[in-house]
C-alpha cells in the first residue's frame, strides 16, 4: 500500500515562490521515479516534472524550465517541487505520483493534491 501527501501550497503574489513536498505515509517514494503534475480549472491534468529513482535525471515541462526545480531526500522518503517566478498561469491543484517499480512507465500512486493560487 502507497500513501502519498502533497503539502505545501497556498495563495501567492506573482513573482513569489512556493515549495511543495510529496511525502509517502505509507509505502516508499525510494527507488522509483516520481513525478509532478497539476490540473487547472476546466483543464485536463498535465506533466510538470519528474525524476528518477536515483535522482540523476529530471524532466521539467517547457512551461516551467528555469523557474521550477525537483529534487528527492529518500531518506525523508519526500519529493519536493521548488518554484520560483510564479505566474497567475501556474495556479492549479498540485499532485505527486510515484510509478509502480523502477522500470515501469505507468504512474500508479496518486496523492490528493495540494492548491496553489498564484494572484497578481
Known amino acids: 500500500q502507497v500513501r502519498l501527501v502533497e503539502s505545501g501550497g497556498g495563495l501567492v503574489q506573482a513573482g513569489d515562490s512556493l515549495r511543495l513536498s510529496c511525502e509517502a505515509s505509507e509505502g516508499t517514494l525510494s527507488s522509483v521515479d516520481v513525478g509532478w503534475f497539476r490540473q487547472a480549472p476546466g483543464k485536463e491534468r498535465g506533466f510538470v516534472a519528474s525524476?528518477?529513482?536515483?535522482?540523476?535525471?529530471?524532466n521539467y515541462a517547457d512551461s516551467v524550465k528555469g523557474r521550477f526545480t525537483i529534487s528527492r531526500d529518500d531518506a525523508k522518503n519526500t519529493v519536493y517541487l521548488q518554484m520560483n517566478s510564479l505566474k497567475p498561469e501556474d495556479t492549479a491543484v498540485y499532485y505527486c505520483?510515484?510509478?509502480?517499480?523502477?522500470?515501469?512507465?505507468?504512474?500508479?500512486?496518486w496523492g490528493q493534491g495540494t492548491q496553489v493560487t498564484v494572484s497578481l
Open positions: 525524476i528518477n529513482w536515483s535522482g540523476s535525471v529530471t
Open positions: 505520483s510515484r510509478k509502480g517499480a523502477r522500470g515501469l512507465a505507468a504512474y500508479t500512486y
